[in-house]
């Protein structure tokens, strides 16, 4: 006989509220949606463009080799993501994850780490957008050099990357699906006529094991694992996708996978024509010119550039549900967590993202180290976020299991090789030493994160109860309920409740006094 659940519950002394009912529009988005947000994050038509010849320079012609241990590390990573996704969902995305299995302070460093990693993709990602539409403008006889009409591109990309997320959450899968499908189909024309001009045969030299012995290939692969940064996005849907549990955890995997399948066909015939390209100019057109398909280089441009914006739609939606939950949990401001009342939006963390991108590629625009400069650099930055948020979920998530009775010897050793093969990639950025300035780029990223945990430290010795509440919002699947009170893991709040009625009423915040569900830890 089943044990019925009760209303409220807490697991290791927190009390936990649903990621349904925080005031984000429920069940907006069903599969694809879920699926269109974790690949316009991770753009692969932008990493397309510029990944494979960054590998080769590293690794020569063992960059196919290191685009496959790059998929092998991030495979590790999405599949132990996944043990707790098809268990719990939220809005706090890796966050929320990290804490389950570390605790509130690791929940706000994942957290934070992955905000710096949002904001920093959305400001590469406006410049990168104003880049390729300034180019295609240029094209057609309507560019300008003046400095009025890049500011206006800045504008123009930055407004309709934040309409998308500020409409809602499943207009804007819409569209990134459709417009990254067609960039990616765009890329294609040039990547199958790399093929058809090299002939039907085989380059073996590209998948000589001996890759694999050469530290070169290695090197490489921390390019190949940065280029999936973005696939979690879809964690942060936990509020708002249709039979949530089910839906994160498959495209979680999916996306990877897809990303990987992209990659690898991508790389290989690029390797073929890297010998003769000018690596101070874009690639994809000079291998267009390669392969005889100059003609597509005009839609490619137009393309890539919408690609951008779907980008930026992308990680502002991830962005704002994050700073939405810190607000929510009283971490942040409370502003962060009003939702519009017409779209069910997280608008005022979605505005804050656009503001914060517009003010950075501003200053990018006008600065006499020029755009190109700061998108390398700040997209370097923001990645970091990416891994120290990854590295947190991995190795909480086997001790989370292992606190529900849920760990297993393959899940155990799915996270393990997840956190070795991140390991790997965070000591890589440091030795061999890299050359300046990106030897002191990820000091960069520790500064803006140190000044993020001071506020936490300070949260904490000032308002402990809201410190505590970090990462506590995320809702069980139903079996995964009914599995944790049959084991008696789940505990039921009696003295808890009224401490935690004095804990919100002190907040003033009308939105979490609403009816509890049964959570997770």
Not at 226 to 246: C, I, N, P, Q, T
Not at 449 to 457: K, Q, T
Not at 510 to 515: A, D, F, I
Request: glycine letters at 10%; a neutral charge.
């Amino acid at each position: 006989m089943s044990t019925p659940i009760r209303p409220e519950v807490a697991l290791s002394g927190r009390a936990l509220g649903s990621a349904q009912e925080i005031g984000l529009k429920r069940d907006a988005v069903g599969f694809w949606g879920v699926f269109a947000q974790g690949l316009a994050a991770a753009a692969p038509s932008v990493a397309i463009a510029v990944v494979p010849f960054s590998l080769f320079v590293a690794a020569g012609k063992g960059a196919a080799w290191a685009v496959l241990v790059g998929l092998t590390i991030v495979v590790l990573i999405a599949a132990t993501i996944s043990f707790q996704a098809k268990r719990t969902v939220s809005s706090g995305s890796l966050g929320t994850y990290a804490g389950n299995g570390l605790g509130p302070g690791f929940a706000y460093a994942a957290g934070f780490s992955l905000l710096i990693g949002y904001i920093g993709f959305a400001t590469t990602g406006t410049l990168g957008g104003v880049l390729y539409l300034d180019a295609f403008l240029e094209s057609v006889g309507l560019g300008s050099q003046d400095h009025w009409f890049r500011l206006l591109l800045v504008i123009v990309v930055v407004a309709a990357a934040v309409y998308l997320p500020y409409r809602g959450v499943s207009i804007s899968a819409k569209y990134e699906l459709v417009f990254e499908l067609i960039a990616i189909a765009s890329i294609l024309v040039i990547i199958v006529g790399a093929y058809l001009t090299y002939g039907f045969k085989v380059d073996w030299e590209q998948w000589n094991p001996k890759h694999l012995t050469v530290s070169a290939t290695f090197i490489a692969a921390v390019s190949a694992v940065g280029s999936y940064a973005g696939f979690e996005s879809v964690a942060s849907l936990g509020a708002e996708a249709k039979d949530a549990h089910r839906n994160i955890a498959r495209s979680l995997l999916r996306v990877v996978l897809l990303l990987g399948v992209l990659y690898i066909v991508a790389t290989y015939p690029q390797v073929l024509f890297f010998e003769a390209i000018d690596g101070d100019k874009a690639v994809l057109p000079q291998l267009a010119d390669a392969t005889g398909v100059s003609w597509v280089n005009q839609v490619l441009s137009a393309a890539v550039a919408v690609a951008f914006i779907v980008f930026v739609t992308a990680v502002t939606t991830a962005g704002a549900r994050s700073l939405f939950t810190f607000g929510h949990e009283g971490a942040l401001p409370k502003v962060l967590a009003k939702v519009h009342p017409r779209h069910e939006t997280p608008w005022v963390g979605v505005v804050v993202i656009g503001l914060l991108a517009l003010v950075f590629s501003v200053v990018a625009t006008f600065s006499s180290a020029g755009r190109l400069v700061f998108d390398v650099y700040g997209g370097y930055v923001a990645t970091w976020g990416f891994l120290i948020s990854y590295l947190l979920v991995v190795i909480a998530t086997p001790i989370w299991l292992y606190r529900i009775k849920a760990l297993t010897p393959a899940r155990l050793a799915v996270s393990v090789a997840a956190t070795l093969g991140l390991a790997y990639v965070i000591v890589s950025n440091f030795y061999p030493v890299p050359e300046f300035p990106f030897n002191i780029l990820p000091f960069i990223f520790g500064g803006v994160l140190l000044a993020g945990l001071v506020w936490y430290w300070i949260l904490k010795r000032t308002r402990p109860e809201v410190a505590k509440r970090i990462g506590t919002i995320q809702t069980l699947s139903e079996a995964e309920q009914q599995r944790l009170a049959e084991a008696g893991i789940v505990e039921v709040l009696e003295e808890q409740r009224a401490d935690d009625s004095e804990a919100i009423a002190g907040d003033d915040d009308p939105e979490s006094r609403r009816e509890k569900e049964p959570v997770a830890p």
